[in-house]
């Protein structure tokens, strides 16, 4: 699946069960766009956009930033600044109310980030001949991939008890894919990595990365192992229910094996896999093999429950 700009139009009738399912998650993923793209002049609510897709605000956010490898915040703000200078090439409105129209709280914060986007000024846009850049809307479509293999298991997970280190980690901008990193890095080098490992399960040392709690715009994202033990000061338990999860195989050096495999998931798995996203947390399992290897293996572990 990638990012066009034309919608796809299929007879419905002629469909198998499983190109239905495909077409139900476009159309879903497509509303939401549609929701998006009818309120750049107005208020944007995260949240709606999501629930038109039929899935959480964090997850919309996160699923489109794999898709379509920019942050949903980072499109809006592209699709605004591109209607924005056809209003200045139509000569409508002042820069002031053009600025407050798609959100900007100041005419200088605006020409800001207009310039950083068109290379010319606001002003210099309203000019006949201005060469501007656009910025089109995306929509969602199916299209034959390769035939990489993609290993996966689904299993009924029992209750799990983690004990680790949390942080509230943000959304906005794509700050999570920064964040995660510089957080392992941090508890790995002050030593509380090695305290936590000391702490795990006889016969279970491997490592859990938790992503939980999503609240819109930021969720709280745990480095753990599983435990019996009590958690000291800066620790925290976390207890997973019982739930059903898809669990997909990663090979090969971190992040990059995890972030191709996440993009699959969104792109190839779900759509036709006949399974839905449920509120629950999601895992990245960290196996005891040399980190470094390029057939290092991990998982990625997602709460899933079938598509009524």
Same mark, same amino acid.
């Given at each position: ?15 198998? +069960?499983?190109? #239905?399912? $495909? ?9 939401? =766009?549609?929701? *998006? @793209? ?107 991939? +390769?035939?990489? #293999?993609? $290993? ?9 008890? =983690?004990?680790? *280190? @949390? ?142």
């Amino acid at each position: 699946m990638y990012c066009n700009n034309q919608q796809l139009t299929v007879n419905r009738k002629r469909l198998t +069960g499983n190109e #239905e399912t $495909k077409m139900e998650w476009l159309e879903k993923m497509n509303a939401a =766009l549609d929701y *998006i @793209e009818n309120n750049l002049s107005g208020e944007i609510d995260y949240v709606e956009a999501a629930r038109r897709a039929c899935i959480s605000s964090y997850n919309f956010q996160r699923m489109f930033s794999f898709i379509a490898d920019v942050p949903l915040a980072e499109y809006i703000r592209r699709r605004r600044l591109t209607l924005a200078a056809l209003d200045f090439q139509k000569g409508g409105g002042s820069v002031l109310d053009i600025s407050l129209k798609y959100g900007y709280d100041s005419p200088v914060s605006f020409a800001r980030a207009f310039q950083n986007l068109h290379g010319i000024t606001p002003k210099d846009a309203r000019e006949q001949g201005a060469v501007l850049t656009l910025y089109p809307r995306i929509s969602f479509k199916i299209t034959i991939k +390769g035939v990489d #293999e993609m $290993k996966y298991r689904i299993e009924k997970m029992k209750k799990l008890r =983690l004990l680790g *280190i @949390e942080k509230t980690i943000s959304t906005v901008n794509g700050e999570n894919f920064k964040e995660i990193p510089k957080m392992w890095n941090e508890v790995a080098e002050d030593g509380r990595l090695t305290r936590l490992s000391d702490k795990a399960k006889k016969g279970k040392p491997e490592g859990y990365g938790v992503c939980y709690n999503s609240r819109g715009t930021d969720f709280n994202y745990m480095i753990g192992v599983e435990s019996e033990e009590k958690p000291e000061e800066g620790m925290t338990e976390l207890i997973i229910e019982e739930q059903e999860y898809v669990k997909f195989e990663c090979r090969g050096k971190l992040p990059e094996s995890q972030q191709s495999v996440w993009k699959r998931i969104y792109t190839e798995w779900f759509p036709s896999s006949g399974y839905e996203h449920v509120e629950a947390p999601e895992l990245e399992w960290y196996s005891c093999e040399e980190m470094d290897s390029t057939t290092y293996l991990s998982e990625i572990w997602i709460p899933i429950r079938k598509c009524k």
